[in-house]
């Protein structure tokens, strides 16, 4: 079993929906990163989290660190939304690498 | 400000040959990390160097190693290039301390032909 494991794999939406990823983990971290990905490679780090919420534009991420949890929310889908979202886990363990989950194929459709 | 910066973006190599990647981190960041994404597969954890020093290293047979240098930028060699190398390679550098986040570069996409 992966430490990151990320849901759904793919998700296809229509401009305007909201979507929501979800991250589980299963070691003690000290913060967890939500990384988008777009086609050609270059990553954009969207959030750094150890506790509760954090909102930027139409993005929202939140974490339950007693349930290893965390969610991406992206309200108002847009196309250029489109991308690869990446849950990775800073955990104690590892110093101060990056464990990542396989990742979020987002569509969305205008 | 410059961001991570990443040199060359595309390199063929051919198997059994060296590469070597270069990154150039955020100015003030002390800590270069590199990861690789082959194809089809997650990002995984290949080396972090901070002040200079190899700190930690992932699961990657030796003839994956590299340097920092005093100016804090880093090189990735591969050496006896196999086929299995082809991949993305991303630098992140961040300030010590896992209480900073990461900034990466573009990737370097390295074919070995």
């Known amino acids: 079993k992966n430490e990151v494991e990320q849901s759904p794999q793919n998700l296809t939406a229509q401009e305007g929906e909201f979507i929501t990823i979800n991250c589980s983990y299963s070691v003690g971290i000290s913060a967890l990163h939500w990384l988008q990905q777009h086609p050609g490679g270059g990553i954009v780090s969207l959030f750094m989290l150890s506790s509760g919420k954090k909102k930027h534009g139409r993005l929202i991420a939140t974490i339950n660190i007693q349930e290893k949890h965390s969610s991406l929310h992206i309200t108002a889908s847009h196309p250029r939304d489109s991308a690869v979202y990446i849950c990775a886990v800073r955990s104690g363990t590892s110093g101060s690498r990056l464990t990542f989950g396989e990742g979020t194929q987002l569509t969305v459709n205008p | 400000e410059a961001g991570v910066t990443q040199s060359p973006t595309h390199l063929i190599k051919t198997r059994g040959q060296q590469a070597t990647l270069r990154c150039s981190p955020i100015s003030g960041h002390t800590s270069v990390y590199w990861y690789q994404q082959a194809l089809g597969l997650g990002l995984q954890f290949l080396l972090w160097?901070?002040?200079?020093?190899?700190?930690n290293r992932g699961n990657f047979p030796p003839r994956f190693s590299g340097r920092q240098f005093p100016n804090y930028s880093s090189e990735l060699n591969v050496n006896a290039l196999e086929l299995e190398d082809s991949a993305l390679y991303l630098c992140?550098?961040?300030?010590?301390?896992?209480?900073?986040?990461?900034?990466f570069g573009s990737g370097t996409r390295l074919t070995v032909v």
């Open positions: 992140a550098s961040s300030l010590t301390g896992s209480r900073y986040g990461y900034t």
């Open positions: 160097y901070d002040e200079g020093e190899e700190r």
